[in-house]
């Protein structure tokens, strides 16, 4: 399997997966501004929505969208119990998590990284965001994880959704909880290495 990524995006969240896993797999890096790959490719071809994540399966199949990604993966080895098995409540309530954070955290989020949008417009996004980590923060202070007591997909996109709160200026520490989580998560051995492996991976520069 190929994973096509970018540092500091959310393609860091089935990355961590692939090493929770610990699964075959290769890296390449995506310039986000030029749409090239590491590998010499114009990224459209590969992913014509032309954002990361995107998964070349060793089949040839391209599978993009996150919380896709991050199930097909859990799915390939159930008896990790990355996901609940398919088919029950529980991975009914994963998907709910996913969604939340999909499309309340990740999308909320967008336009923060938009450095055209004033500031004042800015100030909406981040108010509606807090109101989301409130709702984490008090998941987070009774359980350990997303969904309860053990270590799910959710907790690897929900971490690196949350890294990028420093961006913003965003300060985690009125959501004690969540800073707890964050630091809880980034300890993790898969988290390090897939953090540090990406760092290590040389820019595309055109
Ligand atoms: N709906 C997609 C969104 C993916 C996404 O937002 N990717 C961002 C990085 S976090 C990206 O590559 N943006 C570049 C672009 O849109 O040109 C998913 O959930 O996977």
């Not at 089935?14 to 699964?23: C, N, S, V």
């Not at 199930?71 to 709910?96: K, M, N």
Request: aromatic share 10%; net charge negative.
């Amino acid at each position: 399997m190929k994973l096509f990524f970018a540092p500091d995006t959310c393609s860091l969240s089935p990355h961590i997966i692939l090493r929770e896993l610990g699964l075959p797999f290769e890296l390449v890096r995506v310039n986000n501004k030029t749409k090239r790959t590491a590998d010499g490719r114009d990224f459209y071809t590969i992913n014509p929505k032309g954002y990361v994540a995107a998964l070349l399966l060793d089949n040839g199949e391209v599978l993009t969208e996150g919380p896709a990604i991050l199930q097909y993966l859990a799915d390939l080895q159930p008896e990790a119990g990355l996901a609940p098995p398919s088919g029950t409540w529980e991975r009914v309530r994963l998907q709910e998590w996913l969604n939340f954070i999909t499309s309340e955290l990740h999308g909320g989020a967008g336009p923060l990284f938009n450095k055209d949008l004033p500031d004042k417009a800015k100030e909406i996004f981040k108010e509606k965001l807090f109101k989301r980590l409130d709702h984490l923060e008090v998941r987070l202070d009774s359980h350990p994880y997303v969904l309860g007591e053990q270590f799910s997909i959710a907790d690897a996109y929900l971490y690196t959704v949350l890294l990028w709160m420093r961006f913003f200026a965003i300060d985690l520490g009125k959501w004690p909880s969540l800073q707890q989580y964050l630091g809880r998560i980034g300890e993790r051995a898969s988290v390090r290495e897939a953090i540090s492996e990406e760092a290590k991976t040389q820019p595309v520069l055109s």
